[in-house]
T-cell receptor, first 113, second 113 residues
Framework: GDSVTQMEGPVTLSEEAFLTINCTYT??????LFWYVQYPGEGLQLLLK?????DKGSNKGFEATYRKETTSFHLEKGSVQVSDSAVYFC????????????FGTGTRLKVLA | EAQVTQNPRYLITVTGKKLTVTCSQN?????MSWYRQDPGLGLRQIYY???????DKGDVPEGYKVSRKEKRNFPLILESPSPNQTSLYFC????????????FGQGTRLTVV
């Protein structure tokens, strides 16, 4: 069935370090792909998205490219800040039928000053 | 302001006492869904609705009910809560179709003792 696999955390980085959080998916057809961020005590917020192969989503210095050949959507940021500390979720949405969202298990990022 | 509103934010109840968590959105979205978030398991879909009077089971529907009598509201009902339903619950809404993101409520932390 359809699924999303993302790297387990926690990930601990120093401020200004480079961030990569890996995400791969399994889906029939061509899903849309998303990264969400969850700050403590809050709901999930959309960080970025891509709806077709080779699309690059970007927001607040974060980027991810929809790679159909490797079924991946890895999240990257060149220089993290303490304020980026949060839990990051990779997700896909089926583009027909149920239009269901499927989420990964989340990766906790902690950035140290 | 576009938003999804859940109430209550926190709830402690006893086993077997029926409860309802409300969810309302002001974006005229057709698609609404409920998730539970548990450590190490990410977000799992409980129920979803593609429009008024149209609901269907998600991945973990046992012990839950929903209704969709109006487009903006999608309450989650626990007829006889049990301790294994202690969790963090999120309501989300989105447009129909596979290319749009979900908007999440702030979450409801439920404890069943």
């Amino acid at each position: 069935g359809d699924s999303v696999t993302q790297m387990e955390g926690p990930v601990t980085l120093s401020e200004e370090a480079f961030l990569t959080i890996n995400c791969t998916y399994t889906a029939t057809g061509y899903p849309s792909l998303f990264w969400y961020v969850q700050y403590p005590g809050e709901g999930l917020q959309l960080l970025l998205k891509a709806t077709k192969a080779d699309d690059k989503g970007s927001n607040k210095g974060f980027e991810a490219t929809y790679r159909k050949e490797t079924t991946s959507f890895h999240l990257e940021k060149g220089s993290v800040q303490v304020s980026d500390s949060a839990v990051y979720f990779c997700a896909l949405r089926i583009t027909s039928g149920t239009y269901k969202y499927i989420f990964g298990t989340g990766t906790r990022l902690k950035v140290l000053a | 302001e576009a938003q999804v509103t859940q109430n209550p934010r926190y709830l402690i109840t006893v086993t077997g006492k029926k409860l309802t968590v409300t969810c309302s959105q002001n974006m005229n979205h057709e698609y609404m869904s409920w998730y539970r978030q548990d450590p190490g398991l990410g977000l799992r879909q409980i129920y979803y609705s593609m429009n008024v009077e149209v609901t269907d089971k998600g991945d973990v529907p046992e012990g839950y009910k929903v209704s969709r009598k109006e487009k903006r509201n999608f309450p989650l009902i626990l007829e006889s809560p049990s301790p294994n339903q202690t969790s963090l619950y999120f309501c989300a809404s989105s447009s129909q179709g596979g290319y749009t993101e979900a908007f999440f409520g702030q979450g409801t932390r439920l404890t069943v003792v």
